[in-house]
């Protein structure tokens, strides 16, 4: 790499130069690596290895990818973007790591990572002792989520509306926008969401999903800014960061926006608008650099109509609108999703499924669409004694055909309602689940609280 100087200035041989540059990048102080812009080690300094314990021997002319999982320089040659401050610890060892490109001013040539052990840079203690809290944050916050990553890959189904979904669905991956998923309950909102994330270039940096349904409205701004310390009575010594903050340089998921209290609605607005974000009780601004997903299973063009969602929010979270067809709307899938589900899932016995069986899947309406649609397979998967499934085996409200009136003949509509209720109850409690977080969505989906649910369920 140190062909592109002009070894005639200076007037000595091309390796007596590279030992020259090596002896001066072997007295710097700090750890230096240097990858080429096939992402290449080509220079450590001894600092590098002091601070890591990494030998030249065995990194240099290696791809740093295959020495060093979860590199992080690889991805500057992919954005060409600078990355400081990054937080590194190996064994006893703690460092501070800086990236940045190197441009030949026509292409990228390279990426060189600089160093700092902490225990050379006193003064920076305090500054990473909050870094490490910020981290020990991030970590518990995002740590789920990188646990299970999900792909475009991951998104089942060849029908062509979902196909064009998914078309739209990559394409905003790349853009900066604002990106608004929308699409009933269980058709893959948060799936989406993460394969958006990944696929796109924020994908080296959080994503950071907030259920702005499930944080109590009092909760949430401290939630997203963060606070000061000594903010509120019980609030933490050196205060808290939001999740803003802990999304920065990547991807916001702002699950359930249908569901974001009204007050708060103008000050996330603002922070899509400056880009920049204040702590609650707090005096500096900081810059924030976030895409944000945001998902909901509500009409929210008709909620702004109604105020019960600002209009200029909307517009500006609706950058790039990604709608996922209901199940019902693209049957054709039902096929693509019980062959995934034979062949992809099970893998102990060959199985297969009768035509009736069939039928009365696609008959189905899937209220509770591809959630729904699993829950109630890996039911019938599980219930067969031998390899095929056949109608017996699946829950009975789906191969039931209502027809309320010969039903209930004779019965006062007392009761009529009560065992319409108690149906529409299990009914729901199947599509979610009997979990206590199944037990919540399902109250919220049935427009009660969760105490009403528990009462029903034991009327
Ligand atoms: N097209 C799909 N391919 C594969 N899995 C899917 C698909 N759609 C949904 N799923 C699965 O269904 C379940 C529900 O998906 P997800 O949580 O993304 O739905 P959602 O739209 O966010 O639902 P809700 O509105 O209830 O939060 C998940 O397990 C997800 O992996
Ligand atoms: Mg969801």
Avoid at 19 to 27: A, R, V
Avoid at 210 to 225: K, R
Wanted: with cysteine; proline share 3%.
């Amino acid at each position: 790499m140190f062909e592109n100087y002009n070894m005639n200035e200076l007037n000595v041989s091309s390796t007596a130069y590279i030992n020259w540059l090596e002896q001066i990048i072997d007295s710097i102080n700090d750890g230096i690596l240097v990858i080429d812009s096939k992402g290449i080690v080509r220079v450590i300094n001894d600092e590098y290895t002091n601070i890591t314990g990494v030998k030249k021997g065995t990194i240099i002319g290696k791809k740093l990818v295959d020495v060093r999982k979860g590199a992080i320089l690889p991805s500057v040659l992919n954005d060409g973007k600078k990355r400081t401050g990054i937080y590194r610890q190996e064994g006893n060892s703690r460092y501070v790591v800086d990236m940045a490109p190197i441009d030949s001013g026509e292409r990228m040539i390279g990426a060189v990572s600089v160093l700092k052990s902490v225990t050379e840079v006193g003064k920076l203690t305090k500054e990473l002792a909050k870094s490490r809290e910020a981290l020990g944050k991030l970590e518990n916050t995002v740590g789920d989520i990188y646990k299970t990553r999900y792909t475009f890959d991951d998104i089942i189904g060849k029908n062509a509306g979902l196909e064009k979904t998914v078309a739209i669905a990559k394409k905003a991956s790349h853009s900066n926008l604002n990106i608004l998923i929308c699409g009933e309950s269980g058709t893959g909102k948060e799936l989406f969401a993460h394969a958006i994330h990944y696929e796109g270039k924020r994908s080296g940096y959080p994503f950071v999903p907030v259920n702005c349904a499930a944080i109590p409205s009092s909760l949430l701004e401290a939630e997203l800014f963060g606070y000061e310390e000594g903010t509120f009575t019980n609030s933490k010594k050196g205060g808290k960061i939001g999740l803003f903050e802990l999304a920065n340089n990547g991807t916001l998921f702002l699950d359930e926006i249908g569901d974001m209290p009204v007050d708060l609605q103008p000050k996330l607005l603002r922070v899509l608008q400056d880009g920049r974000i204040r702590k609650v009780g707090g005096l500096r601004e900081q810059e924030i650099n976030i895409q944000v997903i945001a998902a909901t299973n509500k009409d929210l063009e008709n909620m702004t109509r109604k105020q019960r969602f600002r209009a200029d929010l909307y517009y500006r979270i609706n950058g790039i609108q990604v709608v996922i067809p209901p199940l019902r709307d693209r049957k054709d899938d039902i096929h693509v999703l019980i062959d995934h589900l034979l062949h992809h899932t099970h893998e102990l016995k060959e199985m297969n499924v009768t035509n009736d069986a069939i039928s009365a899947l696609i008959q189905y309406d899937w209220p509770g669409n591809t959630r729904e649609f699993f829950n109630v397979f890996q039911y019938a998967m599980n219930m067969t004694d031998n390899a095929t499934i056949e109608m017996d085996h699946f829950p009975e409200f789906l191969t039931r055909k209502t027809s309320l009136p010969n039903t209930y003949q004779e019965k006062s509509l007392k009761e009529v309602l009560k065992r319409t209720e108690q149906e529409i109850i299990q009914q729901t409690l199947k599509t979610y689940g009997y979990t206590l977080e199944g037990k919540k969505k399902a109250a919220k989906k049935l427009g009660i609280s969760l105490a009403t649910l528990y009462n029903k369920l034991s009327e």
